[in-house]
């Protein structure tokens, strides 16, 4: 109730300057269909309808400085109840004002927004502030209260709000013109660490780190740019079988561009799942139960053989604690029939997985390895737009692997439409067919209307 009220009060504030300002309004609605059938289970259908609104509002002070940016959605489920939360659920992603000086590329925002200052991103209901200062340095600071989504369950979501009850932190940069920036940043999130309540708790959702970043162009040909992140808290918190580590993540990714035709890329992330992800409510990051490390290592070769032909090479090795270690190694390849506006591609890689572990006696451990083949089509004609993708996957060991239920192979095939009716009217929609290990055949489709419009003050566009 509390997210609804906020939205009607920014919406209401919108509508009142509206006359006034420069407003955008974009909206996209979604309407879904899921049909599963899974054996020994009842057959239901899913109709979630989710709606995405947002409201841009610009020169409130009638100039370009001071702006209004509200986001927000809202979904429900026609059919059964299929979501943790309920049959009806919705948030703020995020409300904001903000006000951009003339001078120093200095901004200020207050309301509800994503912190993304070399720490990874980390919603928050509070203030920001950032500027240029001289000599290439540059200094942001953030403080307010963590946002904490409903994505926990009822026991950990008090306990989470809190231990998450105040976030701060800051980065200060420096940048140089032709070579690059260079930064370091802190974050706090929360005060209240498990081990220092009254009555401990058992998992601790605070973060405290300072991180290291840059983007660097050292030569006209090679671009790098990464992070470190490194766990300063007093509890420390060690995954299970694992030495003590201060590395809450390493990210890093170097380019190549060897000639016209040729690019190289190298990727290296290493992550403490458990000091990284500790105190996150962000729905696309989940929330982190991993009970070890991760490392990863990667390399890609892009080649445009000719124009409109490009083939791409690529190779990944991941290590997990908790899974063992894995690799993928494969080629893609893309044609753009730029006269008849046709994209088309392929590819095929090879997934080579360490044996799992089993407690059925007959099968004490089965592979994971697995073979990925995919084709795609992408066409455009005027108003209209299709596309119509195919993917398989092929199990080395679907006998003794147990999650397969004795099924070798999955496909699925997902076919797009879409329809630009006006030029800020697009209708489109997607209708997929599956058959996996987990529901044998299910059908999904999707209906997505995007809108958008502006009004603007006399004399504006």
């Known amino acids: 109730m509390k997210h609804r009220i906020r939205l009607a009060l920014l919406a209401t504030l919108v509508t009142g300057t509206a006359v006034a300002q420069d407003v955008t309004f974009s909206s996209n609605s979604f309407v879904q269909a899921w049909s599963p059938k899974t054996p020994g289970f009842s057959q239901n259908t899913a109709f979630p309808v989710t709606e995405y609104v947002g409201v841009d509002v610009a020169k409130l002070d009638g100039k370009d400085a001071l702006s209004l940016h509200v986001y927000g959605w809202g979904m429900a489920d026609l059919g059964e109840q299929t979501y943790i939360g309920g049959k009806n659920t919705g948030d703020l992603t995020y409300g904001y004002v903000q006000y951009d000086f003339k001078q120093a590329n200095a901004q200020v925002r207050a309301g509800r927004f994503t912190v993304n200052q070399g720490l990874g991103p980390a919603p928050l209901d509070g203030f920001e502030a950032r500027t240029d200062l001289v000599h290439g340095f540059m200094v942001s600071a953030f403080a307010g209260t963590p946002v904490v989504f409903k994505n926990y369950s009822s026991n950990d979501q008090n306990q989470v709000g809190y231990q998450q009850d105040f976030m701060f932190g800051g980065r200060l940069g420096w940048r140089a013109a032709k070579v690059g920036e260079l930064g370091v940043s802190f974050l706090q999130d929360g005060l209240h660490p498990a081990q220092s309540l009254a009555v401990p708790a058992p998992v601790d959702y605070t973060r405290k780190q300072i991180a290291g970043d840059l983007k660097l162009v050292p030569v006209s040909f090679l671009d790098v740019t990464g992070r470190t992140v490194l766990d300063v808290s007093q509890n420390q918190i060690v995954a299970p079988n694992t030495s003590p580590s201060r590395i809450a993540e390493h990210d890093y990714k170097a380019t190549a561009k060897l000639n016209e035709a040729l690019a190289l890329t190298a990727t290296y992330v ?11 409510t962000l729905p696309n990051l989940f929330k982190q139960n991993e009970q070890g490390l991760f490392k990863a290592t990667g390399a890609s070769l892009v080649w445009t053989a000719v124009p409109g032909l490009q083939l791409v090479g690529d190779v ?3 290590d ?3 899974y063992g270690t894995s690799t993928r190694a494969g080629v893609d390849g893309r044609y753009n029939l730029t006269d008849k506006h046709v994209l088309v591609g ?6 080579n ?4 572990q089993s407690v059925n006696p007959l099968f004490p451990s089965y592979s994971l390895s697995h073979s990925e083949m995919r084709a795609w089509v992408m066409a455009d004609r005027g108003p209209y737009t299709g596309s119509l993708d195919v993917i398989r996957l092929q199990y080395t060991d679907a006998d003794n692997n147990p999650n397969l239920n004795g099924q070798s192979s999955e496909t699925a095939v997902v076919a797009s439409l879409g329809y630009k ?3 800020n009217l697009r209708v489109s929609g997607d209708l997929s067919a599956e058959s996996n290990a987990l529901y044998k055949n299910q059908v999904m489709a999707l ?4 809108y958008q419009f502006g009004l603007a003050v006399k004399g504006g566009k």
């Open 421 to 423: 009716a006006k030029e």
């Open 270 to 280: 290493e992550r403490n799942f458990f000091a990284y992800y500790a105190g996150t």
């Open 346 to 351: 392929a590819g095929y890689h090879r997934i």
């Open 316 to 318: 990944r090795r991941t």
């Open 353 to 356: 997985a360490g044996a799992a």
């Open 320 to 322: 997990r604690a908790s």
């Open 447 to 450: 209906l997505r209307v995007q």
